[in-house]
C-alpha cells in the first residue's frame, strides 16, 4: 500500500502532467469542494431554522391545548390541571382565556390574539421572553396587556399608552352588534423577532375571562410538554378522556407546516447537494482515464519491473482517492470556519445592501439561523470519498489490464 500511495501522489503532481490534465485535476476538485462546502452550509442552516423552532417559536406558543366547546369554560379546570402535571411527560400546565380582537390606537387597528394567563404562569413560561418589570406591571394592573413588538411599531404604541380591544359579539338574531370595547394599558413588549410578534399578546387571566363571560374562570388548559413532539398524544389522551366536551390543538396543526418546510428542505438539499457532489466526483473519471492514457508507457515499465495489476489498480485508485480527498477537505474546512459566522456575514451584507433576507412579516424569524452538526461533517465527507472511489474504479480497472509488451514494442 505504501508503494501503491508514493506512486499515486508521483502520477498526480503536475509536473507529470499535460496542462489540460492539469485544468481537469482542478476543476474536478474544485467541484468537490463547492459541492461539500454548500452542502455543510445549508444543512447548518437547516439545523439552525429547527433550533429556532424549538428554542423560540415553541418557547412561546403551547405545545397542546385544551379548551371548552361553550362558553362557559372547563369546570373544575383545577381538578384537570393537576391531573395532567402529574404526567411525566408534561412540564407546565396553565390556565388561559384565549380573546381574539382588534387592538385600536386613534384611527389604527390590527389583528390580535391575546391569551388571558394569570400573571405567575406568564412569568413562569415565558422566561427569557417577558421582562421582570412587564411581569410585575401585569401583576399589578387588572387591564395591563403585553403586546407583540410588531404590534406597537405598526400602531406606533410605547409602555403606557392606552389602546382599545375591540371584541365580536355574538347574537342569536341575524343582526349586526356593536363591538365590546375593553380598555387597557400597555404594560410590556415581547419581541422575538418574527411573524409571532405581530399577533401575539398577554393579559391577566381574570380580565380576560370576565370580558369573555367565562363562568368557570378559565376557557381552557395549555399544555407544554418536555418533548414538543409528544403533544399531539397526550393532548388526545386527556381531551378524549373527558367527560366535557372540549376542543384539542397542538402546535403540529398551528405551527407544524414550519417544521414540515424544514424538513422537506433539508431532503431536497440533500439530494441536489449529493448530485452536485457526484457530478464533480465523476470529473475524476475523466481525469483519470487521460491520465492512464498519458501514463500507459509508465505503466508498462512498472509491470515489466514485477508491478501486479492489483498494484497498478490500487494507485490509480489512490489517486483518485486523492484528488477527492483535497476538494473535499477544502469545502469542508471553509464550511467549518465561515458557518459559524454566517449570521453576523448575512447581517453586515443585510446593512451594506440595504436588504433584507428573511422578513419577520412572512418569516418566525428575521435573521438567518446557523448550528453546525459534527453528523452532518461526517456524513458529508464520507458520502464525498466513497463516491471518488466509486468514481475511479472503473480507469484504475483499465489501467490494471495495460499490455506492457504492446505498449512498449
Known sequence: MALA?????????????????????????????LGCFVLILLLSVMNGFERELTQRLLAVIPHGEL????????????????????????SAVIPFTPVTGLIQKKGSLKAVSVAG??????????????????????????NGVVLGQNILDRLALSVGDNVSLLLPQSSNIQQMRAPKRLQLVVVGAIQLGGEIDSQI??????????AMNIVSGAKGLRISAHDPFDAPRIVRDYGYAFYQPVYMSD?????????????????????????????????VVSTLVMSVRAKQASIAILMSMGATPSLIKKTFLLQGLMNGAIGTAIGTLLAVLITPNLTGIVSAVEDVFHVKVLSSDVYFIDFLPTELH??????????????CVVAAWYPAANAARVQPAQVLS
Open 5 to 33: 500511495f508514493t506512486l499515486a501522489e508521483r502520477f498526480r503532481k503536475r509536473r507529470h502532467q499535460s496542462g489540460y490534465l492539469s485544468f481537469m485535476s482542478v476543476t474536478s476538485i474544485s467541484g468537490i469542494a
Open 67 to 90: 379548551f371548552s366547546v361553550g362558553n362557559e369554560g372547563i369546570e373544575d379546570w383545577q381538578s384537570l390541571q393537576s391531573q395532567i402535571a402529574s404526567d411525566p411527560r408534561v
Open 117 to 142: 394567563i394569570a400573571p405567575q404562569d406568564a412569568q413562569h413560561t415565558l422566561a427569557g421572553v417577558l421582562s421582570d418589570n412587564a411581569a410585575e406591571a401585569l401583576k399589578n394592573k387588572d
Open 201 to 210: 399578546g398577554i393579559m391577566r387571566l381574570d380580565t380576560a375571562s370576565t
Open 251 to 283: 402546535w403540529t396543526r398551528t405551527h407544524g407546516h414550519i417544521f414540515q418546510d424544514i424538513q422537506l428542505v433539508r431532503v431536497v438539499v440533500y439530494i441536489v447537494l449529493t448530485l452536485v457532489i457526484a457530478v464533480a466526483c465523476f470529473n
Open 374 to 387: 459534527v453528523t452532518d461533517v461526517a456524513v458529508t465527507v464520507l458520502i464525498s470519498l466513497t463516491l
